[in-house]
């Protein structure tokens, strides 16, 4: 009967317009009043900066700036021309390059929604102008964007890894191998649909390619440097997205100097994209910390009801196997994916369904990038996909189109999720070859 009422009530204040993380400290706090723990809240201040006084999370607003201001920096326009560069030449080469675009900037800013808002506007209308549906074309935008909490730096793998305490490094090198398969998947689907409805070849590059590839080994290094530095220990995550932030404020000094000439004027360039950045980055994070408070709250009272502990004791007592209860587990994250926020999904779902997984033997890194990819899906699955809101808005597709022609797409990367958690090998065998796991 609790669930009920906390299930009526936050349906009735989303449908009403309240922000989610305020719906969800309130239906924690009712909770808490509806099953007689209501003493425990004298303590919740306590627990709630107890629960997020977590090192790592400064990685997050640090990564976050970077990337923010990689885009406004033009870095994204450099990429897809490399992009264009390897790719664009091949029949259905735009699709291609919209891929790898995606690959490139997924180690840069770690977020799906900043790469659609910054991939859609470039290519979409291009892949239009040749002849390219304009559904298809925003739909592999949006399912390509997914690759970018995947492949590291990740957002959601830095929250996953100090809400389970698994190694973020771990984390960021298993992401690699499942996000360059995504990366194949999709590349092997417009291979298909490029011959099934005669997409045309790209345009052949203008003779620089020297120039292009000159111009963008610097952002390219970033992301190669971060990862090596996380992942062999010479830097903490945190103490990486710093390196992020400086380098990339050196880039697009140098790429404003080249550019537009001048020191001063490139010094005015960066102060202006940088402050820009900077106030985007802030507020970003604090909406992220406010869904942190709020799964504080409920978080402290699936600890204190022991729910963990009984999803743990059901699964032994019916006899399910590791591989079937993440199955499981999987399924409800899928589908909590769909009208969540990642966040608020992942905080709230991740430390009441992993911990059995675990016990039951699963590998805690091989549960966590399979559920940070599970959860990420959400973003282009319909009714709330948040990426399929920027890109139809950027694209001019409208909703209801765009979410039928992502739904090719969504049965390829569902097909991945599942031979993923099927294969663990996929996930862990670069973080065992690095001596990250066991």
Known sequence: MVWIILLAFSLAAILSGVAISYVAGAAAVIAFALTDHIAYLGILPQRIFSQIDVFTFLAMPLFILAGDAMTRGGVTGVLIRLAMLIVGRFKGGLGYVNVASSVFLAGISGSAVADAAATTNTLVPAMKQEGYRADFAAALTAASCVIGPIIPPSIVMIFYGALMN??????????????????????????????????????????????TILRALPALAIPVTIVAGIVFGVVTPTEAAGI??????????????????????????????????????????GSIFMILFAAAVF?????????????????????????????????????????????????????VLVPA??????????????????????????????????????????????????????????????????????????????????
């Open 299 to 351: 978080g402290y009272l699936m600890g204190i009801l022991q729910v963990p502990e009984q999803i743990a004791a059901t699964v032994q007592s019916v006899g399910l196997s590791s591989t079937s209860y993440l199955l499981l587990a999987s399924a409800i994250m899928f589908m909590a994916g769909m009208v969540m926020d990642v966040t608020m999904a992942l905080v709230l779902l991740v430390p």
């Open 166 to 211: 698994v190694s973020v490094a771990a984390l960021f090198a298993g992401g690699i191998v499942p996000g360059l398969l995504m990366a194949a998947f999709l590349f092997a689907y417009n291979f298909w649909i490029a011959r099934r409805e005669g997409h045309p070849g790209g345009q052949p590059h203008d003779g620089r390619a020297l120039a």
């Open 357 to 438: 997984a675990i016990a039951g033997g699963a590998d805690p890194v091989h549960v966590g990038v399979v559920s940070c990819l599970n959860l990420t899906l959400g973003l282009i699955s319909p009714p709330f996909g948040g990426c399929l809101m920027v890109v139809s808005a950027a694209s001019g597709v409208n909703y209801l189109r765009l979410s039928l022609a992502i739904m090719p797409f969504l049965g390829v990367q569902i097909a991945l999720l599942i031979l993923l958690l099927l294969v663990p090998e996929l996930t862990l065998a670069l973080p065992r070859a690095l001596g990250l796991v066991q």
């Open 244 to 285: 992020a932030v400086a380098i990339t404020i050196l880039l697009i000094f140098v790429y404003a100097l080249l550019d537009k000439g001048g020191v001063g004027t490139a010094l005015r360039t960066t102060v202006s994209l940088t402050s820009g950045s900077v106030e985007r980055t802030v507020m970003l994070t």
